[in-house]
Structures are given as C-alpha cells and as structure tokens.
C-alpha cells in the first residue's frame, strides 16, 4: 500500500520535526509521521530551558566558549557562533508562538545551569519542553498545509532500490512506516524528506530519555549509506532520581544552577571541590556525572545526595513546582530533605552528519536535532543547547529546501513493502531478550568509564546479537517492538565501533586505556 505522494515528508514532531513543519508549510504540503502519539519524544521532556544571550552583561563570545569548552574543543567554531547568534531569534519566534517563558518584572528571567558562565536560560518553570512542545503542536495543527500523523513507525527510507526500477542511487524519496494499529506498511512517498526522530538514549539501562529513542533515524540513515559521527560520545546526566518505583525522572540541573549541593549521603560530606574546586556543582556535566559515578563506586553506594533544602521553601516550590509535586508524591519533600540521584544515560551528542544547511549525505534527505551531529556539541554537549539546536537546523532545513525546490525532481513510482515471504512472530520473547541484554551490556561496559577490554566484550556481543536479530527480521512481519530492536542493535554497535576507534579520553569518551587527550581534536567518522 502506498500513501498519498505530499511535497515534503517530516519524520518525527518534536522540536525539529514541527520547527521544519511550519517553516516549509508556509509554500509547501508536508506530512508529519510520529511513532507512537505526537508528544512522546524527548522535546516535551525538557525540563531546564533553552539556552540564549540575553543579559547585558553576556555576550555571544561568552556562549561560544562555554559551549566549546563543555565540548572539549571537538565542536566546530562555525557552527557554535552560527547557531548561539540565531537563539536570540529563535526565542522570539516562540515567544510568538504563545511559549510563556517565566519573567521578572516584564523582562524573560534567566536561571542558570552547569558549564554555563552566565545566566542565560529561558524557562517555563521546570516543564519547559512541555510549553515549548504544545506550543509548537498547537500552531502545526492549525495549518491547513500540515497534516500530523501519530502511530507510524519508520523502518527505512524509499530510496533507489525501492523504485519500480532500480535507479543505483542513493536518493531518498520519502519512508516506509509501519500503521501501528493496522499492522499494515505503507510507502510514504515525497520530494523531500526532513529526519528528525531524536536520539538512542534507550540504548542504555538507565536513561532520562523517552521509551522511544531507540535510534530509528541515525540507524536508517545509516543503512541507507550515510556516513554518522561521534557517537562515542554519550550524554550522561549526572541526577536522575534514585527510586524504585519511578527509573527515569530527571532532576533539573537548575536545581544545581539555584543553590543545590551534591553530597554523600554516607560520609555527609559536599564532595564537588576533589573533583573541580572552581565550578563545583556547576562543572560540565561530564565532570560532575563522573564525579558521582566515582563517588558511588568508591563507597559502594546506591545513590548520592542532592540538596537544595537550605534554600526557602517557597523558593524551591515556585523554581521547581513540577519537580516538587513528583518528589512530594513519592515520599520526598526536597524543601526539608536532599534527594537521592544518580547518573544515567541523557542525550545522544552524536548522530547522522550534517552541514549548516541540514543537508545529510544522501540527496533529498536532510536531517535536524537529536538525531543529528552539526557540529554543535562536540565531545559534551552544553546545557539546555539542544532545543535550540533543533530550532535552528530545523528552520535551516526548511530554508534549504524551499530555496532548492525546483531543482529536486519530482519522485519516481516505488514498490509496496513486500510481505511475501515473512509470517506473524510466534517468538516475542527474543525480541524482549535481546531488548534487555543490549541495554545491559550496553551500561556495563560502554558506561561513563570504559576500557578497550570492555568496548571488546560489547562488540563481541552486538555481532551475535545481530545475526540473531537480522534472521529474525527477515522471516517476521514488522512490530514496533522489532523495528526498535533492530535500530537499538544499530545503534549500538555505531557506539561501539566509535568509541573503538577513539584512542584518547575526551568529554564524554573516559577510557581508562587512554586517558590522555590528544592535542587535536578529530571527529570520530563512520562511513557506511
Ligand atoms: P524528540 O523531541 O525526541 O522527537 C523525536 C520524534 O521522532 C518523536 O515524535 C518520535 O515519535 C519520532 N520518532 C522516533 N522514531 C521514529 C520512527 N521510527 N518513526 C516515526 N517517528 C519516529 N534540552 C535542552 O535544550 N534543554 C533542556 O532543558 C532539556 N531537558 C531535557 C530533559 C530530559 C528528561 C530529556 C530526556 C532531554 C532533555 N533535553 C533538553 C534534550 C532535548 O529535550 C532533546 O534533545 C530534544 O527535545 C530533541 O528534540 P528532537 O526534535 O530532535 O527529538
Ligand atoms: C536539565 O534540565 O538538567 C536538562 C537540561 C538539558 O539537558 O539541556
């Protein structure tokens, strides 16, 4: 069965996917698909804010070298002064929007976060990804070019080998998606195609990151011949709540960028000062992550410490009311008593390369946000720079296409998904098995510190794996349960085959083997 051909086709509605969605409607039809409801991925999550120079005292040069020295001097310089020159822009625009930032005496207020030398954060209290998402979803259903469509899993591109007659290219005309209540494939056919699915958080056990990042864009990208970058370097937020009951609540770095203090619970002491006097609890994420990581080993601990009860209870609740409720309804009143956090897996810093348009490798595809490595981030990604991130390269995309729309050729006749020779699953529990087992090696042994030994162990792991899950693949009809699973196993082995090739410890990438840092900086390339 194959869709209804649209102009542009936008995988994902996030803050990338919506932000591209309402830039190319003004002059073209676009289809939004998302897995599961529209306000499921990572955007409505956010929680800290969005980076931006707006006080007097900042300047953009400030912002340039907070973001590269977080990223460890693997950032490109042009794209950092590029995207850190627009935020100013892309706060207007949700400001138009209706986002309704928190402000002080009429001007937008400012919190502060880790590796960030000035006050420079737009919030909504401490839900702003969930402003920001309705917002976006708000305007994008509004438009009558806009048509959103929830419930699609994308499993590949329609590229040359899915037209009626094989054209050798490496074209992408649109994707194939799985109709998550039908069961049914349908090819998803357009002149341009904008990927914008988030990122692999869920590669890993522990993660702050939705049910659905499992990496689908970056690994169908990949299988369709583009080259992915640094995804060696994962993010880890150094406090997701520690309970039983909730695993994956983030605690804002806010609450560190306001006052609050890391201790250890056993020994009572605030411990920041062994690991970075200066910046203490406010060091790059990286650093504060290892540091409780550290901590944690060091004292065969649960958990560590969070405390920001020394400030005034009516301070706390009116900074952090989403965050307060949640911790009251679990049993923990952060006005009077520190929380408990630790470490997990948070953001995906590398991903499908692209240049300043968007553009990614593969003509007619162009990719924004999560799923992307621009260039932004480098070896760690700054604070609250990522939704500024899928603000720009989205706009960026739209631009690019809209300037370039005469000469893309209008698409070609593509084949049906052919599910003649696959039947129904009668084996579920493999896919739950090898779900498990990758996110659990995946934490063991490509964590916040690793060793050659371990990322051996890892890759010995994800080849298995992979025969197991392509044989699978092959002989099943698609669930969304597999097509995760096989993007996971993806996304996976580019994690190890990059921090493999990494012979230094850089941001994120900590090897014991290696713990020096080269003096140049060099990007970690995949080619497919
Ligand atoms: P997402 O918002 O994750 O959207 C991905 C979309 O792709 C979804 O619609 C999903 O359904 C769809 N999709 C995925 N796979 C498929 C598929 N196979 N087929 C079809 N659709 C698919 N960043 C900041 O800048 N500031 C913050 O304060 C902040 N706080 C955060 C707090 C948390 C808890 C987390 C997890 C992240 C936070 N981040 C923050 C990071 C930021 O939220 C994300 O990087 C950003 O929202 C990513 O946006 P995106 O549009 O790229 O992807
Ligand atoms: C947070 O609020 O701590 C998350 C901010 C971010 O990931 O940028």
Known sequence: MNGEPTDVLVIGSGAAGLTAALALAQRKRVLVLAKGGLSEGATAWAQGGIAAVLEAGDTFENH??????????????????????????????????????????????????????????????????WAVQEALLKAAEAHPNITLLPGQSCIDFITGHHQERFSGSGRVWGAYALDEATGKVAAHVARATVLATGGAGRVYLFSTAPRGATGDGIAMAWRAGARVSNMEMMQFHPTCLYNTQVKNFLITEAVRGEGGRLINPATGQRYMAQYDPERMELA????????????????????????ISHQPPEFVRAHFPTIHEKLLGLGIDMTKEPIPVVPAQHYTCGGVCIDLAAKTDLPGLWAAGECTESGLHGANRLASNSLLECFVFGEAAARDILAGWDSLDAPPAVRPWDESRVTDSDEEVVIKQNWTEIRRFMWNYVGIVRTTKRLQRAAHRIETLGREIEDYYGSFRVTTDLIELRNLHQAADLIVQSALKRHESRGLHFTLDYPQTDPVARDTVLVP
């Open 64 to 129: 340039v070298r907070d973001t590269m020295v977080a990223g460890a001097g693997l950032n490109d310089r042009e794209v950092v002064e590029h995207v850190i020159a627009q935020a100013p822009a892309s706060i207007d625009r949700l400001c138009e929007l209706g986002v309704p930032f928190n402000r002080e005496s009429g001007d937008l207020h400012l919190t502060r976060e880790g590796g960030h030398s000035h006050r420079r954060i737009v919030h909504v209290n401490d839900a702003t990804g």
């Open 284 to 307: 790059p994420r990286d650093v504060v992550a290892r540091a409780n990581d550290d901590q944690i080993k060091r004292h065969g601990l649960d958990y560590v410490h969070l405390d």
